[in-house]
């Protein structure tokens, strides 16, 4: 369903380019559920960006659901990403205005369609947002407008979804039952989850794990356990740090 062929973006900084992603190449198959680990400023963020058209990679071509990406228009990736997108901000993106109810509801308004008031309701229950739907995201903690950035795409049930670090903010009980969801969505027919991740339990859930590091895909694990994950985490990051060390001499 998401397929990147050698997938490469730079930053304009002044008159410079940043190299952040050199070479990406993946693809999600429909009931997967698959995990990006790396350090922070190794491109995950980037690299979902690009794979979900809200950036326009530098080199190489996005592919989602049989879509090239490069062959639309921006207006053709916004009525994409309404229709057959979730996607779950680092930063939330919820609009500070509406409540957290309205906030689950409105991908559905721009969709043109009526917000399924029910469904709405029950996703917001689960995520254990009940008594705080009708609060303004200035109101929630941290953690609860980070429930309701996943509730509006739980709510939603689009056939791709993106997520970046999902969890982030969340307790660990919170944490577990918004993966459980998101485990059990991608393992739906026709759905699959991309998430980025630094949690090893989070990622042990997922079907594979990419690990990125400076830009590139440094190894690719098929359901490995937390503790797999994290000495493979710590080894990858002495890799680049001797790396670094050498190029520094
Ligand atoms: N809009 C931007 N303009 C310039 N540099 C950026 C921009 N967004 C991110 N970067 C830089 O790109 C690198 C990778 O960022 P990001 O994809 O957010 O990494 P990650 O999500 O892995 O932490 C970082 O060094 C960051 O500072
Ligand atoms: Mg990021």
Redesign the pocket.
Known sequence: MIVAEQISHA?Q?GDRE?P?LHGISLHVQPGEMVAVM??????????LYCLAGLVRPTGGEATLNGTRLSTQSDAQLAKMRRSELGFVF?SYNLMPTLSGFENVALPFRLGKQQPPVDRINQTLATVGLAERAHALPSQMSGGEQQRVALARVLAMRPPIVFADEPTGALDTRTGVVVLNELVTLAHTEGHCVLT?THDPSVAARCDRVLF?FNGRLAREERNPSADQVASIMTELTAELERSRDEAGR
Request: proline share 6%.
């Open positions: 930053y900084a940043v952040i790396g350090p922070s400023g190794s491109g995950k963020s980037t690299l680092q980025v990125l």
